[in-house]
């Protein structure tokens, strides 16, 4: 029955029209400013560790190296939407870029699982030396994760952006990001549950 749901959920989301510019909140698919073109993508993983657990290492706006990198420089308070802001350098098919990212969203509840949300701000001036003009008309990000049962945890990272051309495997990177997670968890020994490494679509 899941698997029914989350394929009826793709097909309408794939069938529908752009109505909305994109932003922060705008439905996907939705218009991206001239010039650029729509994508998105979104990938899961079930890590075999309570929910509080995952959220300590993922949830941290400022402390993200689960993710494979981190920022060199960060403003505002940490873990506050709309005043947390971390600058971080990029790797892309089109060189490569300094840029800003500003948390939108925050949420926890109490057996920790967690909704994150945050956005492309602004590329550094100057900061590809090819010279190339910023990839990106935005991006927009959203991480969750959801206990399933005492030791698995669904977690999700999905994306949609506006883009100058193919600028990197999104899913390829996210896929890396969920797996250094539980590898990490393992680590730490907090994985008592089953794993489902990471796919997308």
């Not at 075999?48 to 060199?72: H, I, Q, T």
């Not at 939407?81 to 892309?92: E, H, L, N």
């Amino acid at each position: 029955m899941k698997a029914v749901t989350i394929l009826s959920s793709i097909c309408l989301a794939a069938g529908a029209m752009a109505t909305d510019m994109c932003s922060t909140y705008s439905r996907t698919p939705c218009i991206c400013p001239a010039g650029t073109e729509y994508a998105q993508s979104a990938s899961w993983a079930v890590v075999g560790a309570n929910a509080k657990d995952v959220e300590e290492l993922m949830n941290d706006y400022f402390e993200c190296g689960w993710r494979g990198s981190v920022p060199y420089e960060t403003l505002g308070p940490n873990n506050h939407p709309g005043k947390s802001v971390r600058v971080t350098t990029f790797k892309t098919l089109q060189g490569i870029f300094n840029f800003s990212e500003i948390l939108t969203d925050q949420r926890v509840q109490s057996d920790g699982s967690f909704i994150q949300k945050f956005e492309y701000q602004s590329t550094i001036p100057g900061s590809n030396k090819n010279g190339t003009q910023t990839p990106w008309g935005g991006y927009w990000i959203t991480i969750t994760a959801d206990q399933i049962f005492g030791n698995e945890t669904l977690i999700r990272w999905s994306t949609y952006l506006c883009s100058r051309g193919y600028v990197n495997d999104f899913n390829k990177f996210h896929e890396i990001a969920f797996n250094r997670v539980i590898n990490t968890l393992r680590g730490e020994g907090k994985v008592n549950g089953t794993n489902i490494a990471a796919f997308s679509i």
